[in-house]
Each structure stands twice: as structure tokens, then as C-alpha cells.
T-cell receptor
Framework: AAGVIQSPRHLIKEKRETATLKCYPIPRHDTVYWYQQGPGQDPQFLISFYEKMQSDKGSIPDRFSAQQFSDYHSELNMSSLELGDSALYFC???????????FGSGTQLSVL | TQLLEQSPQFLSIQEGENLTVYCNSSSVFSSLQWYRQEPGEGPVLLVTVVTGGEVKKLKRLTFQFGDARKDSSLHITAAQPGDTGLYLCAGVRGAQKLVFGQGTRLTINP
């Protein structure tokens, strides 16, 4: 069965650079969530989208922005990267009615 | 502050033993989910409990949702080395925003 696809799998950036993370949800899933997981930490909710509209917002810095496109894929844009942004970024998708989240394998972002 | 408190945070036991992991909160959740996460991978959903007092079994794993829907437990019977991993509970709030506990890192020694 198709799963949530995230790209890239690994990303290395320098401070003050920008990064774009992509997420392709499971087909027919219309809700996408972004989570940030620091080393040894639990996943922290950043933002979610339902039917291409932002549905909820968590601890997402102002330097980050995200959107969901007409094909339901989502992109997380990160600017002015800081060392503390180094983390595993997960995308998850769900069918809104069921509410079960399926996670991608994540993008490991390292900011040097 | 952590909305969902998991305990213990670390647990190392011998193969064949039983164990229980707890997930507690002062808040009510519409449902609670349990995930297992391998290093460098995304969390994988194990079970969702929705009704207060609900008990679900997944082979040797038993999940229970508290009557007041504020807490949950995961009990593993006759643990095996393959059960080793990070177990996360997560509560559903609001527009399906999932709030995670800090996780229990379980190690089963052969």
C-alpha cells in the first residue's frame, strides 16, 4: 500500500540558508500535518492543512511557512535557518473523517 | 509543560517479562493513539482507543483507555527483543491536532 512520501530524506544546510521539505500524502488523504522532532524529543506539532487550507497551527516559527497544493502535496519552507532547527521533520496524512495519522519516514535536517 | 506524561521514560527488561507503560494527562482527549517509532523512521500507528474504558488487544499488546479519557496504558505480555523501540502515546485534540507524550524507550534483552 502507498505510504506518505517525504523528500529529501536528508538535507544539510548552513546557518541563514533556506530549505524546502516536501510531503506527498497517501492517495485520497486530504489532511496533512507537519511535526518537528529534535534529538531524543517527542514530535512537536507545527502546522496542518485540510483541503488546501490551514486547519491548525502549533509551535511553528515565523521563519517557517507551509502550504498544501491542489494535488494535496505539501511543502514546508524554512528560511534563515538556525542551528536549533536541526531535527527530524515528519509529515503525516489522514482522511479527515477517520483521524488516523500515517507518518512518512521524515526528513533529517542538519544545520551547520 | 508536557500535556501527556509517559512513564517510565526508559525501561530495560529481560525477554519473557511483562511490562506496563502509562500515559497520563489532566486533559480529556477525544481519542488516544499509541505509536511505535524506530530510529530515523516515522512513528507507526499501533492502535487508537476512543471510548472511555475501552480495551484493545494486538497480539501480546493490550491497550486500555481510562474511563475519564485522560489516561491510557500499554501492557506487553512475555516481551520479546523485537518489541524494543520507542513507544509514543498521542492524544487527539481540536482539529485533529495530535499531541505526543515524551515517549517510553523500551529495551528487551535476550
Amino acid at each position: 500500500a502507498a505510504g506518505v512520501i517525504q523528500s529529501p530524506r536528508h538535507l544539510i544546510k548552513e546557518k541563514r540558508e533556506t530549505a524546502t521539505l516536501k510531503c506527498y500524502p497517501i492517495p485520497r488523504h486530504d489532511t496533512v500535518y507537519w511535526y518537528q522532532q529534535g534529538p531524543g524529543q517527542d514530535p512537536q506539532f507545527l502546522i496542518s492543512f485540510y483541503e488546501k487550507m490551514q486547519s491548525d497551527k502549533g509551535s511553528i516559527p515565523d521563519r517557517f511557512s507551509a502550504q498544501q497544493f491542489s494535488d494535496y502535496h505539501s511543502e514546508l519552507n524554512m528560511s534563515s535557518l538556525e542551528l536549533g532547527d536541526s531535527a527530524l521533520y515528519f509529515c503525516a496524512s489522514s482522511e479527515a473523517v477517520l483521524g488516523k495519522l500515517f507518518f512518512g519516514s521524515g526528513t533529517q535536517l542538519s544545520v551547520l | 509543560t508536557q500535556l501527556l506524561e509517559q512513564s517510565p521514560q526508559f525501561l530495560s527488561i529481560q525477554e519473557g517479562e511483562n511490562l506496563t507503560v502509562y500515559c497520563n494527562s489532566s486533559s480529556v482527549f477525544s481519542s488516544l493513539q499509541w505509536y511505535r517509532q524506530e530510529p530515523g523512521e516515522g512513528p507507526v500507528l499501533l492502535v487508537t482507543v476512543v471510548t472511555g474504558g475501552e480495551v484493545k488487544k494486538l497480539k501480546r499488546l493490550t491497550f486500555q483507555f481510562g474511563d475519564a479519557r485522560k489516561d491510557s496504558s500499554l501492557h506487553i505480555t512475555a516481551a520479546q527483543p523485537g518489541d524494543t523501540g520507542l513507544y509514543l502515546c498521542a492524544g487527539v485534540r481540536g482539529a485533529q491536532k495530535l499531541v505526543f507524550g515524551q515517549g517510553t524507550r523500551l529495551t528487551i534483552n535476550p
